[in-house]
């Protein structure tokens, strides 16, 4: 019997045969189609795309094998079954050499003829289906492999950029969707961070907002969504439509990183279950790879942060002992000047001269005593003196800025409050930026620090007139490693002052021009005790 509404082509130069099957085959519940020559059958199979045929062996303008010939040449793999008037043993063979399912000799009992199509059309679902399960184990397969491909790359990658692109990448190929993007929270806003074949203008307008309605549910449930439209389409946002959405939660137990999102945009795609699993996958590894690179970029900032504090531990000790090596000599030397004193009175020649030799080893201990204070750690928690700190730094650089051609200005406020950051923290965030702006402008120039408080912070200005940052190299320069000097240089110096700042809720930003110059300016919120602190000119003044 017919298994619904199947459709079964004679192909037949006999009136006869032809009206005879059509009324047995109808029926049985099929639906029939007749044609008496090659080429009407032809047009027959183009137009009702035919379950089975039964084809004649002799037809007026082509014999049945010619026909089946073509149809096989052109990938037509309909079951055929082949009736002729001949017995033939030679035709038989070729015939089933050539894919017919069965071969009916004229002429033929119904019931024949009805097991005979039952036989060849339950063979032909029954392979349908095999080959559907392959296909769809093929599919399944080929995603699995790009799974573990991708993984497998993604875990090991530790720049969270890269791993990011590729997990858009791949989501899109998998869903067969038309774009992908990910957004991460940054500052409890959703931000675009890699992207893979989206609209330009789509783009844009994930750019111009954050306050996604479908990215923030996704966050708020922790759950995937997945849309597909009937008619109108789907407002991912303002001015972006799509066909279908599928967005899931980028996890890391139950702390929302951010959301991973394919959209149809150019076709009908309805997404399904299948979809969303794999999407689950992929958000997995991304979740996993993403927490591991920001926990790698963390552990290096805090070497680095490391490093850097035990050169400056290191410069103390050296200080320290240094101090204690000069002070000795110095304090012979004005023990010697004070008896030459004694016998010489001022206005005399040598009185003068002893009086200015006394003037200049007491500005040698004044220094020695500045370097020791500067580099010693300071753990009592109490607040530093901005200013103080920042004249200070002035002083034990100038050999530096002298060598370097480099002239130091300060525009310090009076006024400044206590920091919310230790002296130790603050040395090393002010040390680091000189370092750096020196070492900007190798043919010398102009070194401005100002300071200044609104609002509850802090704001301190290290602006150099020197080679400037490239533009892309502006977003990077506060990565760990990440440096232009090559090998002089480490890359951890403006990690660790990013660093540092980060963790006293502080900021760094910079505005460059290449060949013009930086200015790197410090957000640091005021302290909760306000430490008392010497007044200072804040007019610009001009050290050496």
């Not at 500067?374 to 002298?402: A, E, R």
């Amino acid at each position: 019997m017919a298994s619904g509404q199947e459709t079964i082509l004679v192909i037949d130069d006999s009136e006869a045969i032809r009206v005879k099957l059509q009324a047995q085959l109808r029926s049985l519940g099929y639906q029939v189609v007749l044609a008496e020559t090659g080429r009407n059958g032809l047009n027959a199979i183009t137009q009702h795309h035919p379950h089975l045929i039964l084809l004649d062996y002799q037809l007026p303008d082509t014999t049945g094998l010619d026909l089946l010939r073509k149809l096989r040449t052109d990938g037509n793999t309909v079951p055929i079954l082949l009736m002729t008037a001949e017995g033939s043993e030679r035709i038989a063979v070729t015939a089933f050499k050539m894919g017919v399912r069965d071969y009916l000799i004229k002429p033929f009992e119904p019931q024949d003829v009805a097991q005979a199509i039952d036989r060849a059309l339950r063979e032909w679902r029954l392979q349908r289906e095999k080959e559907i399960l392959l296909g769809q184990l093929q599919g399944q397969v080929r995603q699995l492999t790009v799974l573990h491909r991708v993984g497998k790359a993604v875990t090991a990658q530790l720049d969270a950029s890269n791993l990011l692109e590729r997990i858009v990448e791949a989501s899109v190929f998998l869903s067969n969707a038309d774009e992908g993007f990910v957004q991460l929270i940054d500052d409890n806003q959703l931000v675009v961070r890699a992207s893979h074949n989206i609209n330009p203008l789509h783009l844009r307008e994930l750019s111009k907002h954050t306050d996604y309605e479908l990215a923030t549910r996704t966050i708020k449930t922790n759950k995937p969504i997945r849309i597909n439209s009937e008619r109108d389409g789907i407002r991912v946002q303002a001015n972006y439509l799509a066909q279908a959405v599928l967005m899931v939660p980028l996890l890391v137990g139950t702390e929302a990183l951010g959301v991973l999102t394919v959209a149809a945009t150019t076709h009908r795609r309805n997404f399904d279950e299948g979809d969303e699993r794999l999407m689950q996958m992929l958000a997995d590894y991304a979740s996993i790879a993403l927490h591991n690179a920001r926990t790698y970029s963390t552990l290096r900032e805090t070497q680095g942060r490391l490093v850097e504090a035990e050169k400056l531990s290191g410069m103390g000790r050296m200080a320290a002992s240094l101090a204690h090596e000069i002070n000795n000599p110095l304090a012979i030397i004005r023990s010697g000047l004070e008896l030459v004193a004694q016998q010489h009175t001022p206005g005399s020649a040598l009185g003068d001269l002893v009086q200015g030799l006394d003037e200049e080893v007491a500005r040698i201990a004044r220094l020695l005593y500045t370097l020791v204070n500067f580099y010693q750690p300071n753990n009592d928690g109490v607040p530093p003196d901005l200013n103080h700190l920042i004249i200070s730094l002035m002083h034990i650089t100038k050999p530096q800025l002298d060598k370097a051609n480099v002239k130091l200005y300060q525009e310090l406020a009076t006024d400044l409050p206590a920091p919310n950051i230790s002296s130790d923290a603050c040395k090393q965030v002010l040390i680091n930026l000189v370092r750096n702006a020196i070492d900007a402008m190798p043919d010398g120039g102009k070194l401005t620090i100002r300071s200044a408080h609104q609002k509850g912070q802090i704001f301190i200005n290290v602006e150099d007139t020197g080679i400037g940052i490239p533009p892309e190299h502006r977003e990077r320069i506060f990565e760990p490693f990440f440096s232009t000097k090559g090998v002089t240089g480490t890359g951890l110096g403006l990690s660790v002052v990013y660093g540092i700042l980060q963790q006293v809720g502080g900021a760094i930003s910079v505005e460059s021009t290449v060949d013009k110059g930086s200015n790197f300016t410090l957000r640091i919120p005021v302290a909760a005790q306000r430490s008392q602190s010497p007044d200072l000119d804040s007019d610009e003044l001009l050290i050496g």
